[in-house]
Structures are given as structure tokens and as C-alpha cells.
């Protein structure tokens, strides 16, 4: 049946149509094709999910060799979850990236850019759904080879030293991880992340795995910008095209804190990291400080793009966060703001991207007066920046209401209370595009060309989704639970 090749495919069918964008080559052809193979990416990932929800985790072996000889791809509630992420991103934002690489990317680049980017999808699937843990640091590097040279197609030229820091920051995080894999490798005789877990010795037994879990813990948390590893992620954020800026942030990330919840609690396991490496210790404090000195940062920031590249990094202090109570509710509320963090940043970073082609700057001043000039696309800035502050009825709510729940079951008060005034930050950054927007009078100097219908129907669509997931909860909210149980050894 087609359904046992679904893992598979889901990796294969971007992979494959890449090199197909340069034998199309012509603008328009490639463009449109892109289109058709996002949405077969995300039918997969969708029938993936509708499979493992109702039936349990699947496998696909490679070349029929059965793990932990061979490569296995393995699907569960955690990866099924963040395989439909990906694939739903890339399929919203491909839409409006094409109109948008009208004005950004050269039209001669336009076939070479969408395949580079079909790779960089690929390589986020192929982290997501592999179940042996070098195949992970693979695709690592395609996927981040790939988002380097998008980054570097940037209209500025700034956009070149932003992915050559990207570049840097990522070979060390990659180096550690390969130092990491290779120290498990040396211990145990086997990749397979399953396995890896059964062949496990005790920590104080060997120092070499628990050199291993710092290495690999390092290089994840570079590729995740974890304060204070982020330094890569401010300028490639602001200096990337406006597509790439809202895919990156929507899944690159996600998938860097995906591989931290694997390796802490399928490949090392609970009582190892938080026993003996004792995260419920170290990780709190550095994801309250990238709270507060990113949310603080951006409220001074006056170019658009970096006020939200700053607001990402304090965005992942609180799955970090979420993730170092090693609790139910804490691993939910990080599982759930993973996904409503990809939601409503990528809807911010779209509208940012409508006010570029319209204006062609995106900073402060250039906000001035734009609720009049650009009503539909600073509403749903407008919303976009109230799921950041975490008003009720909004995802963003959802996801902090949980975070607080986490903190409060283990009578954290100050972490509940630090929570909620970092909410009161981020209404100050947002205020004052707010207020530029609708209590400034527009700058006569800018002439605003009409936004594509095209760009506005998805920004729109992720606009409503975090409206709608901030109302029913029930989806995400209930796929991060299973997801959440599986980590602590409840079933796929």
C-alpha cells in the first residue's frame, strides 16, 4: 500500500523536485510547480498524521534493512506533528513567495532560489522523520547549507555577511553535534536513536556519554538559539528575504528544538538528563535571561524584521522553558508553543514582508500612518502582535497559560510571575509599531504600490488560524499531550 511509503515520500518528493526547478527554469513554469509540490508534501504529511493518530507510531525501513542495522524512518505523535508544521508552512508561504521573489530575487535566480529552497524543506522533513541519529545530522546539513545560500540571495549586501555568520555559528553547532554522535557511536556500536537508548550505560559509569550529551546539547542549542548561542539568528533574519525570513522562522528552529526534546528524552532518557545533568537547574535560568534581554532589546530596535528576529529568540526561551520542568504540562506547553510560535511569527514576518514590497523599507519611520494607507495588512500585524503578548482568545494565550500551569504545579512562583511580565515587554514593542502605524500621520515621501492578492490570502490564512487556534484548542493542544506522553514512555 501507498500508506508504507508515506515516510518516505514525504523526504523524497521535495528532494527529487528540486533538481527539476532548473531543467524547468523559466519563471513562471517553476513557480507554479513549486506550488503543486508543496501541497503533495503536505497531503503526505497530513495522511502520515491521520495514520499515526489513529493507528500508532509507523516505520519505513531503507533498503529493507531492519534497524538498528539499517536506516529507519520512524513516525510518532511528536514527529507527525512537526512533519505537518513544515509541510503547512511551506505550503502557505510558497504561494506568497512567489509574488514576493518578483521584487527581491532576480528573475534569472527565481528557478535557481525555489530549488534551493525545495532542498531546505527536504532537509527539515528528513530531520523530523529519521530515526537514526548521523541520517539526522545529514540532513542537518542540508538543510542549513541550503538556508545559508537563501539567506545570502538577500537584496542587501548585508544579506551575505548575515549568512556568512549563519555559516560560522552553524559549523561549530554542527561540529559539536558530529563530536557528540560520533562519542554515542564509540560507546554503544550503534546510530539508531531507539536502540541508542536500550545500550545507554549509567552516567556514573562513563564519562564519555556524558560528554557526549554536553556536545550534543551545545550543538543543538546553537542551531536553536538558545540565549546566549543566538548571535547568528538577529541579522539573518532581518537581511533574508521576506519568504525565507518567514519559513525559517517558522520551522528551522522548531525543528533544532525538536532534536533537543529527542536527544534529552528518547535518547539519554528523563532520569539521566535531569537527574544527573540536572536541566531543571541550568536551562531555567538561561531561558529567563533570553526572555527578558531579547524582549528588552527589541523593544529598541527600529528596523521591523530585527524587532521580531530579537522577539523569536525570547519566543524560544519559553519552549526551552516549557522543556526544563520534565513535567507533562511543561513538555505540552513547550510542544504547543512550538506550534503557535510557527503560526503567528511566520503571519508577522508575511505582513512585514507586504509592507517591503509596498514600500520597500520596513523600518519605524516607514510604519508611520500605514493602518490607513495598509489597513489589511496591519490588522493582521496588529493580531499577529497580540498572540505575542498572549492576549486571551489569541494562540499566543494558550501557549503562556500552559507555560504558567507548568510553573505553578512545581510552586515555581517567581518563573509563573516572569512569565507574565514578559508579556508586558512585548506589548511595549508592539505598542510602538502600533502606534506609529494607527497615531502617526503617513511620511509623504513613501508611495505605496498595491499588495498582491496572492501575498495577503496567506497572510490572512495563518492570521486567522492563530485566532482560531487561540479559540479551539483542541488540536494542538491535544497532539502536544500525546506527544508529550511519549517522550515521558507513554506509548507512540
Excluded at 497531503?43 to 489513529?54: A, D, G, K, P
Excluded at 537514526?132 to 555577511?161: C, H, K, P, Q
Aim: aromatic residues 12%; proline residues 5%; hydrophobic residues 55%.
Amino acid at each position: 500500500m501507498i500508506t508504507d511509503h508515506l515516510p518516505v515520500l514525504q523526504v523524497v518528493i521535495p528532494l527529487l523536485a528540486a533538481p527539476l526547478c532548473v531543467v524547468l527554469r523559466g519563471s513562471f513554469a517553476v513557480r507554479q510547480f513549486v506550488k503543486v509540490v508543496s501541497g503533495l508534501t503536505f497531503l503526505c504529511s497530513l495522511l502520515i498524521f491521520t495514520h499515526v493518530t489513529r493507528h500508532g507510531a509507523m516505520g519505513y525501513e531503507l533498503g529493507g534493512w531492519q534497524p538498528p542495522w539499517g536506516i529507519e524512518y520512524r513516525v510518532d505523535a511528536l514527529n507527525a506533528f512537526l512533519l505537518l508544521i513544515i509541510s503547512g508552512m511551506a505550503a502557505v508561504i510558497l504561494p506568497y513567495g512567489t509574488r514576493s521573489i518578483l521584487r527581491e530575487i532576480p528573475r534569472e535566480q527565481h528557478h535557481l532560489f525555489l530549488a534551493i529552497f525545495l532542498v531546505c524543506v527536504a532537509g527539515l522533513l528528513g530531520i523530523a522523520v529519521t530515526a537514526d541519529i548521523f541520517n539526522v545530522f545529514v540532513f542537518l546539513e542540508i538543510s542549513a547549507l541550503s538556508s545559508y545560500a537563501l539567506i545570502g540571495m538577500g537584496r542587501s549586501r548585508r544579506a551575505l555577511t548575515a549568512a556568512y555568520q549563519y555559516l560560522i555559528m552553524g559549523t561549530i553547532g554542527s561540529t559539536f553535534l558530529l563530536i557528540g554522535i560520533g562519542l554515542l557511536y564509540m560507546k554503544t556500536g550503534t546510530l539508531n536513536m531507539a536502540d541508542l537508548a536500550l545500550r545507554m550505560p549509567p552516567p556514573h559509569e562513563s564519562s564519555t556519554v556524558i560528554a557526549a550529551f554536553a556536545f550534543l546539547s551545545v550543538g543543538v542549542s546553537i542551531k536553536l538559539a538558545v540565549f546566549p548561542l543566538h548571535t547568528w539568528l538577529p541579522n539573518a533574519y532581518t537581511f533574508a528575504p521576506s519568504m525565507v525570513t518567514a519559513f525559517l522562522a517558522a520551522t528551522a528552529t522548531k525543528v533544532s528544538f525538536y532534536l533537543l526534546l529527542r536527544i534529552v528524552f528518547t535518547v539519554f532518557g528523563v532520569g539521566f538528563a535531569f537527574e544527573a545533568m540536572h536541566l531543571q537547574l541550568l536551562l531555567p535560568p538561561l531561558a529567563l535571561a533570553g526572555i527578558f534581554v531579547a524582549s528588552t532589546v527589541a523593544i529598541f530596535q527600529t528596523n521591523i524584521k530585527r524587532l521580531l528576529a530579537f522577539s523569536s529568540i525570547a519566543q524560544i526561551g519559553y519552549m526551552v522553558l516549557g522543556l526544563s520542568f520534565g513535567t507533562a504540562t511543561g513538555l505540552t506547553a513547550g510542544i504547543v508553543h512550538l506550534f503557535n510560535h510557527a503560526v503567528m511569527k511566520s503571519s508577522l514576518f508575511l505582513a512585514i514582508g507586504c509592507v517591503s514590497f509596498a514600500l520597500g523599507a520596513v523600518d519605524l519611520r516607514a510604519m508611520r500612518g500605514l493602518g490607513r494607507r495598509m489597513p489589511f495588512t496591519m490588522a493582521a500585524f496588529l493580531i499577529g502582535g497580540l498572540n505575542l503578548i498572549g492576549i486571551p482568545f489569541t494562540a499566543g494565550f494558550v501557549s503562556k497559560w500552559y507555560l504558567i500551569l507548568a510553573a505553578l504545579e512545581q510552586q515555581r512562583w517567581f518563573v509563573a510571575g516572569f512569565c507574565l511580565l514578559s508579556s508586558l515587554l512585548a506589548a511595549v514593542y508592539i505598542g510602538r509599531v502600533v502606534e506609529a502605524a494607527y497615531f502617526h500621520d503617513p511620511d509623504p515621501q513613501l508611495t505605496a504600490r498595491p499588495v498582491p492578492r496572492g501575498m495577503l490570502a496567506p497572510l490572512w490564512l495563518l492570521t486567522g488560524a492563530s485566532l482560531f487556534f487561540g479559540i479551539f484548542t483542541s488540536f494542538p493542544v491535544g497532539a502536544a499531550q500525546r506527544a508529550a506522553l511519549l517522550l515521558l514512555g507513554g506509548a507512540p
